[in-house]
């Protein structure tokens, strides 16, 4: 009997590895099969290459949603990524402990408040700012919703995540390479700069992968902000109009219309691209490094 425990237990396991292995095929084969109805009508050179973007006349052009769902994520990611490494430094190795157990209850407060109120706050306060504030003082004109209020609001919003993992990487690594680097004579900076943060370098790179594709995935707050126009965005006070952004504000209207909805699941298709190949490139990083310590 406690064979046959173990062999069904050994079964049902295997069967949930398979199935998440699987998973991400099945929802890529899914988009792949919806998309092909625009793809086969139209070049996907053309459909990436175009700025275009008329469903009434047939036309779909991906080039501005591509931009400035890339724009929106690099500028928001190079905001927060920096914070969250150096507050994660300054909590581990520097802050007395009631400060992180602290920083850790508002950490899961930041990870629990919902996108759209997120969103509501970048209406009220970023909006305004950037538009009042930020573009007078570059000379730029701006309505405020643009492509850096929805980044300013998605580094703010990845940052719980991002911060969260790089603490837990921090607090992993054994003491005893930071009390051999001090023995050795090397300063407490020098041993953070070239031990720690040296041990920790797979862990910190997952951790801004994981703020990526966090990044890449969101929807309400940046659509709230970002202004959703269809355009080419010249700078970073233009309006812009990401790919999440896209598939939440048309997807169920108007599908009467021939290949829009083969061209929301495109627009998925290609999220889900994008998203896999910044993973894929992170875990090669992560793996370089790793051979390298």
């Avoid at 046959?4 to 988009?31: E, K, R």
């Avoid at 086969?40 to 008329?54: K, M, P, R």
């Avoid at 004579?185 to 070239?194: L, N, P, R």
């Avoid at 910190?204 to 703020?211: D, H, T």
Wanted: proline share 5%; charged share 10%.
């Amino acid at each position: 009997m406690r064979k046959f425990i173990d062999s069904l237990s050994s079964v049902w396991m295997q069967i949930a590895i398979w199935f998440v292995l699987l998973l991400p095929l099945m929802i890529g084969l899914g988009l792949v099969v919806k998309s092909m109805p625009l793809l086969q009508e139209n070049s996907l050179i053309g459909i990436l290459s175009s700025s275009t973007w008329s469903p009434m006349r047939g036309d779909f052009g991906f080039l501005p949603f591509i931009i400035s769902t890339i724009l929106v994520t690099i500028i928001a990611t190079a905001i927060s990524l920096p914070l969250c490494l150096l507050s994660a430094i300054h909590l581990t190795q520097y802050a007395p402990k009631w400060l992180l157990g602290f920083m850790h209850s508002v950490i899961d407060i930041l990870a629990g408040i919902p996108s759209v109120v997120y969103g509501v706050w970048g209406i009220l306060v970023i909006v305004p700012f950037v538009g009042d504030n930020l573009a007078p003082f570059f000379n730029a004109e701006s309505s405020g919703y643009s492509i850096l209020a929805g980044a300013l609001v998605l580094a703010v919003m990845t940052i719980p995540y991002v911060l969260n993992m790089l603490i837990e990487v921090f607090n992993n690594i054994a003491v005893e390479y930071k009390e051999a680097s001090l023995s050795l004579g090397a300063t407490y900076w020098e041993t953070i700069k070239f031990v720690v943060l040296k041990k920790g370098l797979s862990g910190i790179l997952s951790a801004f992968g994981l703020g990526i594709s966090k990044a890449l995935g969101e929807t309400i707050a940046v659509l709230m902000v970002v202004g959703n126009v269809v355009q080419f965005p010249k700078s970073v006070f233009d309006a812009g109009y990401p790919l999440p952004a896209l598939i939440a504000n048309n997807y169920g209207e108007m599908m009467s219309i021939p290949f829009y909805d083969s061209a929301l699941m495109l627009a998925a298709l290609l999220l889900f691209i994008i998203v896999i190949f910044f993973n894929v490139a992170a875990r090669y990083l992560i793996q370089k490094t790793t051979v390298t310590q």
